[in-house]
Structures are given as structure tokens and as C-alpha cells.
């Protein structure tokens, strides 16, 4: 129990921290001005643009930081601070969520991967809630264990391909927003690059979270503990 309970302040512990810091450096750079003058929304359809790129809509969604590109819709929602806002931060969320376009247009292979896993990843999490418990109810504890073993490696492998996915896209978002010409090198480069590295590092407390979980319940189904 101690092991669960030192694991679980852990891992809380690091995703706070990356939460807290992708927070700290939208705030900060969301009050620096591109000298471009451009809003993220148009920024992101440039970027669309240039790419050749017309059947993606771009649209405001509710809520803080909730950017994301839906590429089953074709619809890239930037949020409440991101869609109207002119700020370097702004910029930088915006570019990388016209980077998971560009990715989609160019069937950049991580990203049809996770597209691929969403479905499996979301029955594993909604299985893992119930089934573990169930069969340790009935006495089967090494089943139940092997299930929970089961949605956890498929949790992590999906965290895993996300690193790659989410890491071009800030790649792409970096470059094109320099040689574009929408942010100016120096003080605005550097924003964004603190911005996109911050939210970065929250897909890696969430693959180094799955991670451990996934070690702290395999390591006794290995060495047999499960049925002490």
C-alpha cells in the first residue's frame, strides 16, 4: 500500500508540475505581442494556406488551453485565448495545432497511429475501472491483475506514439512561424519555443505516469506475488 501511495503522489506530483508550468508560460507570453499583428485563428489559416490546405475549419472552442485538431470533422478549435489573441503564446499553440494538420494532410505515420488506437485505448480505460475489480472479487486476483496489466500497456504504448506526434507538430510550428515571418527572431522566437517545449513536457509526465503504473502492477504478475 505504501508503494500504491508513494506512486500515486509521484506521479500527481509530475503531471502538476508540467500542468503548472505550460500554464505559467502561456500567462507570461500571452502578454508579449507578435510584432506580426496576426490573431492565432489567422496565423493557423495561413499556415493552412501556404500548406495547400483548404478543407480545414477554423473555429473558437470554450475553455483554457483546450487547442486540438479534430481530423475525423477536419475542424482545428483554438480556444477562448488563443483564437482572437494576438500574443506570442497565442501564435505558438495555434501553429502546432496547424502542424497536426499538416500532419494529417501528409499522412505523417505516428499520428495515423494514434488516430488508430483511440478506440482500443478508450475501451481499455473503461474496462480497467470495473474488470480488475470484478474477477478480485470472485477470487481471481492474477486475471484480474493480467487485465489491469493489459489496459495499462495499451495506455502507454498510445502515450508513447503521442511524444512523437506532439513533438513535430511544435517542430513544424517553430520553423514556420520564423521563416513565415509571423513571430521575429529573438524575444518572440524564444516565447514560443518556451511555450510549445512547457506543453510538451506534459505528454511526457503523462507516458512517464503510464509508465509506472504499468511497471508497479507487471513486476508482480512476473515474479508471482500476485497470488500471495
Known amino acids: 500500500m505504501f508503494a500504491f501511495i508513494l506512486l500515486f503522489v509521484g506521479t500527481m506530483a509530475i503531471s502538476l508540475i508540467a500542468g503548472a508550468r505550460v500554464k505559467s508560460q502561456f500567462r507570461r507570453w500571452s502578454g508579449v505581442h507578435a510584432t506580426s499583428g496576426l490573431t492565432g485563428a489567422e496565423a493557423a489559416s495561413k499556415i493552412l494556406r501556404q500548406a495547400g490546405i483548404h478543407n480545414v475549419e477554423v473555429v473558437p472552442y470554450e ?53 488508430g488506437a483511440v478506440k482500443i485505448t478508450t475501451f481499455a480505460s473503461g474496462a480497467m475501472m470495473f474488470l480488475p475489480i470484478v474477477f478480485s472479487l470472485l477470487g481471481q486476483v492474477t486475471l484480474g491483475l493480467t487485465i489491469m496489466v493489459i489496459g495499462l ?59 509506472a503504473y504499468l511497471l508497479y502492477y507487471l513486476v508482480p504478475l512476473l515474479t508471482g506475488r500476485s497470488e500471495e
Do not use: C
Open 63 to 115: 475553455g483554457m488551453l483546450s487547442d486540438h485538431y479534430d481530423p475525423v470533422n477536419r475542424r482545428l478549435a483554438l480556444s477562448e485565448g488563443v483564437y482572437s489573441s494576438r500574443s506570442v503564446a497565442a501564435l505558438g499553440i495555434a501553429a502546432h495545432e496547424a502542424g497536426h494538420a499538416l500532419q494529417h494532410a501528409q499522412a505523417y505515420a505516428p499520428l495515423a497511429w494514434r488516430m
Open 153 to 211: 500497456s495499451i495506455m502507454m504504448l498510445f502515450n508513447l506514439v503521442t511524444l512523437p506526434v506532439e513533438f513535430d507538430a511544435s517542430r513544424r510550428a517553430k520553423a514556420l512561424l520564423l521563416r513565415s515571418g509571423m513571430i521575429s527572431p529573438g524575444e518572440e522566437q524564444r516565447g514560443v519555443n518556451n511555450v510549445l517545449d512547457a506543453a510538451g513536457l506534459t505528454y511526457v509526465a503523462a507516458f512517464v505516469s503510464s509508465l
